[in-house]
């Protein structure tokens, strides 16, 4: 029985082979491309659940396949480079990348993040309670993956999410990058805590001035918190 389908987008023919490998082992359906436009096609006809996507890629770069997707679907996105410049990260994660990983990696360190990324969607899809908190024209929804912003859905990729819900299920608690990186992330992640500067300045955007009840606050020298201000 496959756990779920993963989509590969990658023009190292090798490397695509070696992670079909390893993945249809553990239980994954894998779809492979090997170029942007490809993949774009791929990715409407056959819906996989995660997307693992290099950069340099023929006819449309892993940029501009991870914006397509973005316009259609908030399946997670985990970007692969050879690249590892401090932009490249930032771009890929501006663009609604959940994760990164850079070349050459292990493959199963790619695997472990991936059967991570399961994890953490079969917790919220078979827990029977509703995942959600809700403030003043604010509802995070992780039951249904929904961000409900002054009463309207607002597309949002799952690690925003994820890191918003975090943070507003524990108001006026500060936490350091890396107890984000630790708590929302997971012990599999490998990247810099910028990785949460980019997902909480994504969020300030949605979120700017709709309450003067709460607010995402910057803690200098420390990290970050949902700051609710009581009722007197």
Known sequence: MSLGKV??????????????????????GVILSHDGEEAI?????????????????????????CRE????????IIMVTA??????????????????????FDTKEVVARIKAVYRRMGQSNSDNEV??????????????YELKVDGKVMDTPPK????LFYLASNPNRVYTRDQLLD??????????????????KRLREKLEGVSEKWALKTVWGVGYKFEVIEDE
Not at 45 to 52: C, E, N, R
Not at 83 to 104: C, N, Q, R
Request: glycine fraction near 6%; include cysteine; charge should be negative.
């Open 7 to 28: 989509l590969i987008v990658d023009d190292d023919k090798n490397i695509c082979d070696l992670l079909r490998l390893y993945l249809e082992k553990e239980g994954y």
């Open 41 to 65: 096609v791929k990715f409407s006809a056959l819906k996989p659940d995660i997307v693992l996507l290099d950069i340099m890629l023929p006819s449309l770069d892993g940029w501009q396949v």
């Open 69 to 76: 997707i973005r316009k259609k679907s908030n399946v997670p």
């Open 83 to 104: 690249k590892s410049e401090t932009f490249d990260k930032v771009l890929g994660l501006e663009l609604g990348a959940d994760d990164y990983i850079v070349k050459p």
């Open 131 to 144: 995942k959600e908190v809700k403030y003043e024209k604010l509802s995070v929804n992780m039951t249904r």
């Open 160 to 163: 925003e999410l994820e890191l």
């Open 183 to 200: 708590e929302v992330w997971g012990f599999e992640y490998y990247g810099d805590s910028r990785t949460i500067d980019v997902h909480i």
